[in-house]
């Protein structure tokens, strides 16, 4: 069964260095989602993208975070200056059409110092 | 603004006991969808079901039982005869259809099954 892949597993970066956390989302879905799960707590909405931009983004999705689909089947989430707070589980996730199913990736651990 | 309570933060039971967990969400929109996400020790989150607003009906799929109930704003899950394998966190979770794709998850509720 086609599954949504993200690398890497675990991400322990400095604080204030960029990231970036990759996505490869099932080949013939058209949405793609950001999520975080800070530890312990529910999973918190980020950011959609379809047809090259961004659809529709939370709160948390500021000047510090973008999304970005450099070819065909990549799908990324930077962070530019990375805090403490930004240590999360980071779940891409992807959908064929709008309100199906989304599936998500297993997730990327990041670990700010 | 949408929310998802799930208000049931852990629940343990003993191996096939039959176990209900509650989700109630609040929206004014008349048209959304309601979604049940399992998330097992190792960390992913597996889709269970997704229920649009204008169907009522009880699913069942094997062991599990959904239960949506606008009058109440509740879309309950139900697992039949409990397993080891069932332990996780699950989250139910909402999106509107004049906000996306967005998911609004509740809080999860974790499930301990014991032998």
């Known amino acids: 069964e086609p599954e949504v892949t993200q690398t890497p597993s675990h991400q322990v970066t400095q604080m204030g260095q960029e990231v970036i956390l990759r996505c490869v989302p099932i080949s013939n879905h058209l949405y793609f989602y950001w999520y975080r799960q800070i530890l312990g707590q529910k999973v918190e909405f980020l950011v959609s993208f379809y047809n090259n931009e961004i659809s529709e983004k939370s709160e948390i999705f500021d000047d510090q975070f973008s999304v970005e689909r450099p070819d065909g089947s990549n799908f990324t989430l930077k962070i530019r200056s990375t805090k403490l707070e930004d240590s999360a589980m980071y779940f891409c996730?992807?959908?064929?059409?709008?309100?199906?199913?989304?599936?998500f990736g297993d997730g990327t651990r990041l670990s700010i110092l | 603004a949408q929310k998802v309570t799930q208000a049931q933060t852990e629940i343990s039971v003993v191996e096939k006991e039959d176990v209900t967990l509650d989700c109630v969400y609040e929206?004014?929109?008349?048209?959304?969808?309601l979604f049940w996400y399992k998330q097992p020790p190792s960390g992913e989150l597996v889709f269970l079901i997704r229920r649009n607003s204008f169907d009522e009906q009880n699913e069942i799929s094997g062991r599990y039982s959904w239960n949506f109930q606008k009058s109440t704003s509740s879309f309950n899950f139900t697992i039949t005869a409990s397993q080891v394998v069932d332990s996780a966190v699950y989250f139910c979770?909402?999106?509107?259809?004049?906000?996306?794709?967005?998911?609004?998850f509740g809080g999860g509720t974790r499930l301990m099954v014991k032998p």
């Open positions: 979770a909402l999106s509107l259809n004049n906000a996306g794709n967005m998911l609004t």
């Open positions: 996730a992807s959908s064929e059409r709008q309100f199906q199913p989304q599936h």
């Open positions: 929206t004014r929109d008349t048209t959304y969808y």
